[in-house]
């Protein structure tokens, strides 16, 4: 309660017209937090660390800071019994979080998370896409495309399908690239034993 209610004034401070907000939400003696999914951006979130209990998926702390040498600090005020129960530390893929965890809590297993490995995938697929507009400005099959190529296919409409169709037929490469990508969100949802993932893993890198 009292991490949500900061979370809630850190916004206030920093967007004085969000106040209503927070009033509407936090009169009572706890605050919501998945009302703040909608505030999610730059502004709020590029000095903070949220830090969360996985397995009891609840917020444990708010951090104003983000550098690795507060972290260090933090955790390591949290004393050696504290970080050495730690199994596993998700987080992105910036050095400050994962060289905290590997100074700190030698049992933890490090783990990126899936949402960032994603973005890494559609960022790489977009980036391709765009690669082969630039060499052919004028293939109609590329245009407004990339929403399309990151969309889930299950989630296609008809139109969109066609239009994937067609850009496929015109570039094979780009459908490969697209297969790869999905390859890996489909390695996320089917396997549900790490011995099982890295085995499947290994054989498509091979």
Known sequence: QSVMRRICLNVVKKRPSFRWRYWRICRG?????FMFVRL???WLTQNLCVVVDLERACVLDLLPDRKQAYLLSYFQKKG???C????VFSCDMWDGFVNTARKLMPNATIVVDRFHVMGQLHQAL???RRALRRADPDAEELKRLKWVLLKHPEDLTQEETMRLEQAFEAFPQLEQ???LKEDLRL???TFDTP?????????WIE
């Not at 050495?84 to 199994?87: D, G, K, M, N, P």
């Not at 011995?195 to 054989?203: G, H, T, V, Y």
Request: glycine share 0%; proline share 3%; net charge negative.
């Open 84 to 87: 050495e129960q730690i199994e």
């Open 177 to 179: 690239a697209w297969q």
């Open 80 to 82: 050696r019994a504290y």
């Open 187 to 189: 390695w996320f949802d």
């Open 40 to 42: 999610n951006s730059t």
């Open 195 to 203: 011995e099982r993932a890295d085995r499947w893993l290994s054989a």
């Open 126 to 128: 977009d980036q391709y």
């Open 29 to 33: 003696q706890w605050c919501r937090p």
